[in-house]
């Protein structure tokens, strides 16, 4: 069982930056792959990256690569979103994600149904 609290959501201009982080709770965190999702109004839940357990691997989308940036801290069971550049197209509630399976590079979890646990959601709104 893993327990995720997301924090860091707020209001910034287009063109800022954010730094989301999820608390994980569980001793067995480093054998997780964990993912970021969003969910905009109306819209369904989109994948916006995942790291391996060791934090040696990441993968993002095309919407988000070269501006997100997901990192961990095994030791303080934390994984963070760092988003850069933002668009009014990226405001959603942020999602953090835990898979319990393990990290495969030719079959990367993407899907909102490959995760295991999910958190509350942090939001996060970017004015024009």
């Known amino acids: 069982q893993v327990q995720l609290v997301e924090s860091g959501g707020g209001l910034v201009q287009a063109g800022g930056s954010l730094r989301l982080s999820c608390a994980a709770s569980?001793?067995?965190?480093?054998?997780?792959?964990m993912g970021w999702f969003r969910q905009a109004p109306g819209k369904e839940r989109e994948f916006v990256g995942t790291?391996?357990?060791?934090?040696?691997?990441?993968f993002y989308p095309d919407s988000v690569k070269g501006r997100f940036t997901i990192s961990r801290d095994n030791a303080k069971n934390t994984v963070t979103l760092q988003m850069d550049s933002l668009e009014p197209e990226d405001t959603a509630v942020y999602y953090c994600?835990?898979?319990?399976?393990?990290?495969?590079?030719?079959?990367?979890?993407?899907?909102?149904?490959?995760?295991?646990?999910w958190g509350q959601g942090t939001q996060v709104t970017v004015s024009s």
């Open positions: 569980g001793r067995t965190f480093r054998s997780y792959v």
């Open positions: 790291i391996s357990g060791s934090g040696g691997n990441t």
């Open positions: 994600a835990a898979d319990g399976r393990p990290w495969h590079s030719s079959l990367i979890s993407k899907r909102a149904t490959d995760y295991d646990y």
